[in-house]
């Protein structure tokens, strides 16, 4: 079988807007007509809704928590990227496009990752006039700052939430839609299935999360924006009820998944403190614009430090390893995720970790607070400032820059970063792979499509700091818009899509049976929780940073084991026909199970080591990725048969006309 | 730590609820309240008792779906903390906590701890937009600069979470703090200019019909918000009221 990525002929800058420009249209009077369904309301999924409705379609938008305003989009804190270059350094569409490759470790698709940067400038430009208060400077016009993996600031921001500012920007836009009625919204709602007629999609089994209540709804198409699936590892950055069980039921209709393996794993999280924990809560990657990070140079001062003995402020200047700056000289602590993550593991296994576990390393405030400081009493004025004026007023700077982020630290591990380096390490956090899409954003399944941090298709193996608000509000606003036409011009004449149809009453049928299957268990094991969290230890353990082939075999097995035992032992309380919030985690994870297994199985198949997937076998004698080009240049799409265990490897072939593969080097 | 717990209990919208009574030991300082709250329902279920239902997402402090009345304070005793955020480290062994829903006219509760925030929604979608389309054909971003000072003051506006907590801390349960976060923000931006006038209007007009009460200068609201929105919002709302109110010719 070949994928058609359906990738426009032409020069790869004109290539979306030749391909615009033909594309086929759907008349105002024609989308009147035509329903459309949306799964998700974060930055894809909300301003998709918004944007299908502004255009005329019926929209009917999803979204499992009590308001769209709470999908997980809301808590990015760092920024989003634009090629704006308005520092004036040197920044473009194809800077962006190049940075982008190249810190995706060449596994991305070169049109679709060129049209993200060709958008890119439109997207501030549409939240600015959607009233988002981005950061500004002191003559009016919008800050940057520079993130992980490029050399430019091109990051707009609005203090550490900017996720919250982009998301509330495309939730009001989505609200204008409802009250217009354009949009009709369906809270506290999960979907539970793609219906499938004729081979396309053709609508969704939805339970109303409140009542229980099963729930039909058919659509001439469906948007899948349902985000990304990190917490199979139970323990991430992601909300409590992130999932990946849309995406994994449109899997199991015919939809290809795609690079299931790619995990970021984010070096700046605060670490895991005890067995109660139950997310993991990350540190904005802007921090490392400031922060240094280290460990000692002494296995024994770090013995000493992690027995309490000793202070991190105690130790001097050179008894501390920056490794990074150390291993990475041009990019130093700015390197991309994936370095830094790998290089924070490398310190803690040989023994130079810094809190009571082992696994923590510091991040340094205290020459940036002195750097800052110096400016201030410069600008201030004051001649011969104390050290601790300096340090008084460089606070001031920190603080205004990363308040938030300080504060929520501090409530947290309960100890002041500002006078104390911050301890963290790298924690679960977004996954590169998702939903296969072609160039329209469409699944294999005609009618279906994937957006957002739900498809793979922007980011390779590994995503940059900053690009995931960009991916989602481009595909959203500015790809979706276009490109679902292309497919829906021939539904004009479908008419309204019957619920009665046989396929509704199969799907429906199932989704009964398997909400019965989990109420009626045995029951004489644990919680829903207790076998998720079993879930995160295998994966984290064997299918995490690094990766080894044993390990992955391994984990395969014990997932099966662990499948076995929850659907026969697990503990679901409650019934269906009311709110049951162990019900919906119980649905949750068995999704999660089968895609565990298939993450394994596609960091099995991938003997190389990419981005955010490492491993062992394959690194160089200094220990940094070893990529193999001539044999894995592919994406991984997976489709199902049955069952995860019997999945088929797809091999999409990876051209790459405009950019030269080279050793990924930050050094 | 051991604790005592006193529980809101409440089947759903239409039965009639009640505290109920548990017993939690060995609690770890370092565990956040909604960490305890998974504890305990861990315990229960282990029992084959009904767990308690409370909203929460992304537990760290920034989507708003976090409630709950602990001791009698939206959020717990911590300021500008969420409940998400609050940590077991404020308690003290022995101690008796008392949680109980956000409790409004206008927020029906819907299971146990879990309220129906559906009016902020509604209030949002009666004008808490500027009416752009999302083509992204608008003016460069830096074609309008500004006042650094604007946008600060618009973006601490803005970075109200929705969570409830100002309506469940004022003894008339006003929504006038959220309402004002958002028709602060807006009218403070050059983009939101345009439509001030019949956003405040309207977003009001949606605030009395969803039956909050009136605002009475009690302040509770932005001492209990967790995002600490100031009260100078409710203020300037009241100025774009008038003024709207004045100039209307509705």
Request: charged share 25%; with cysteine; hydrophobic share 35%.
């Amino acid at each position: 079988m070949i994928l058609d990525s359906k990738i426009p002929e032409g020069p790869l800058e004109r290539k979306w807007q030749n391909h615009k420009a033909n594309i086929r249209l759907v008349n105002p009077a024609n989308k009147r007509n035509i329903d459309v369904i949306v799964v998700g309301t974060g930055l894809a999924g909300a301003s998709a809704a918004a944007s299908l409705g502004e255009m005329g379609y019926n929209v009917k938008a999803f979204c499992f928590q009590d308001s769209p305003r709470r999908a997980h989009s809301i808590a990015a804190q760092g920024g989003i990227n634009a090629a704006k270059n308005y520092q004036n350094d040197g920044d473009s569409v194809y800077r962006l496009f190049y940075d982008t490759i190249k810190g995706g470790d060449y596994r991305s698709r070169e049109a679709n990752v060129y049209r993200l940067a060709e958008v890119s400038a439109n997207i501030i430009d549409q939240a600015v006039a959607q009233g988002v208060p981005f950061a500004r400077e002191y003559g009016g016009n919008l800050d940057n700052r520079s993130f992980g993996g490029v050399q430019v600031s091109r990051t707009f921001y609005a203090k550490g939430q900017t996720g919250q500012q982009l998301l509330l920007g495309a939730y009001s836009a989505l609200s204008r839609q409802i009250a217009k009625g354009k949009v009709k919204m369906y809270n506290r709602h999960e979907m539970l299935d793609i219906v499938m007629v004729d081979d396309k999609a053709r609508g969704i089994i939805a339970r109303n999360l409140v009542t229980g209540e099963i729930q039909r709804h058919g659509a001439h198409a469906v948007v899948l924006a349902s985000g990304g699936y990190g917490n199979v590892f139970f323990l991430s950055t992601n909300a409590m009820g992130s999932n990946g069980s849309a995406a994994w039921k449109a899997h199991k209709k015919g939809a290809h998944f795609a690079n299931p393996c790619f995990t970021q794993i984010h070096p700046t999280c605060i670490p895991v403190s005890g067995d109660h924990q139950s997310k993991l809560t990350l540190m904005s990657e802007s921090l490392r614009n400031d922060g240094r990070i280290w460990v000692p140079k002494d296995r024994k001062d770090a013995e000493a430090i992690r027995a309490g003995k000793l202070k991190p402020t105690d130790l001097p200047e050179e008894k501390r390893d920056y490794y990074l700056e150390r291993r990475y000289p041009s990019f130093g602590n700015l390197v991309p995720r994936d370095v830094a993550s790998r290089a924070a593991k490398e310190r803690c296994d040989e023994g130079y970790g810094v809190n009571a576990t082992g696994e923590a390393v510091y991040l340094d405030f205290a020459d940036a607070i002195m750097r800052y400081g110096r400016t201030e009493a410069n600008v201030q004025g004051i001649d011969n400032p104390s050290e601790e004026k300096i340090k008084e007023l460089g606070t001031k700077v920190v603080e205004a820059k990363y308040g938030n982020l300080f504060a929520m630290y501090e409530k947290i591990v309960d100890d002041n970063p500002y006078q104390t380096p911050m301890m963290i390490y790298p924690a679960v956090h977004y996954t590169m792979g998702g939903i296969w899409v072609d160039y329209n954003l469409m699944t294999s399944v005609p009618g279906l499509f994937a957006l957002g941090e739900a498809n793979f298709s922007d980011h390779g193996a590994n995503r940059l700091g900053a690009s995931a608000l960009m991916q989602g509000l481009a595909d959203g606003y500015f790809v979706i818009p276009y490109t679902i036409g292309e497919y829906l011009a021939d539904e004009i004449r479908t008419g309204e899509i019957d619920t009665n149809h046989e396929a509704f009453e199969a799907s429906e049928k199932e989704v009964r049976e398997t909400i019965d299957k989990l109420l009626n268990t045995e029951g004489n094991g644990k919680s829903v929780d207790y076998y998720h969290k079993q879930l995160g230890r295998i994966m984290w353990d064997k299918c995490g940073m690094a990766r080894n082939a044993q390990g992955l075999q391994e984990a395969i097995k014990d997932i099966e084991a662990l499948r076995k035992e929850f659907w026969q032992n697990v503990r679901v309380p409650g019934g269906a026909n009311e709110m049951n919030p162990e019900l919906d985690k119980a649905m949750r994870v068995a999704d999660f199970m089968e895609l565990g297994q298939l993450m394994c199985m596609d960091a099995l198949e991938r003997e190389e080591s990419c981005g955010g997937h490492f491993r062992e076998e394959f690194q160089t004698e200094e220990g940094e990725a070893l990529r193999r080009d001539e044999e894995f240049a592919f994406v991984s799409a997976w489709k199902y048969n049955g069952d995860p265990g019997k999945a088929e490897l797809i091999k999409e072939d990876l051209v790459f006309e405009n950019v030269e593969l080279k050793t990924r080097s930050y050094k | 730590m051991d604790l005592k717990l006193k529980i809101w209990r409440q089947a759903n919208q239409n039965s009639k609820g009640e505290l109920k009574d548990y017993n939690i030991k060995n609690v770890s300082a370092d565990s956040s309240f909604l960490e305890m709250m998974d504890q305990l329902n861990e315990e229960l279920i282990e029992k084959g008792e009904d767990p308690v239902v409370f909203d929460h997402d992304c537990r760290e402090g920034i989507c708003g779906m976090c409630s709950l009345h602990i001791n009698g304070e939206p959020h717990g005793p911590e300021n500008a903390t969420t409940t998400c955020q609050l940590h077991m480290r404020k308690f003290k062994d022995g101690d008796t906590i008392f949680i109980e829903p956000w409790r409004a006219r206008a927020f029906p509760v819907v299971k146990d701890l879990s309220v129906d925030r559906g009016a902020f929604d509604r209030i949002i979608q009666s004008g808490g937009y500027v009416s752009v389309n999302t083509s992204g054909n608008t003016l460069d971003a830096n074609a309008l600069p500004v006042p650094k000072a604007d946008a600060d003051e618009a973006f601490n506006a803005a970075t109200c979470i929705g969570c409830g907590a100002c309506v469940a801390a004022c003894p008339n349960a006003s929504a006038m703090l959220f309402v004002s976060a958002k028709v602060s923000q807006l009218s403070l931006l050059p983009q939101g200019k345009v439509e001030a006038k019949d956003r405040v209007l309207n977003m009001v007009n949606q605030m009395d019909l969803e039956g909050f009460g009136n605002c009475s200068n009690v302040g509770a609201c932005a001492e209990e918000c967790p995002k600490e929105i100031s009260l100078e919002n409710i203020a300037r709302m009241n100025r774009e009221y008038l003024g709207a109110s004045l100039a209307s010719s509705k």
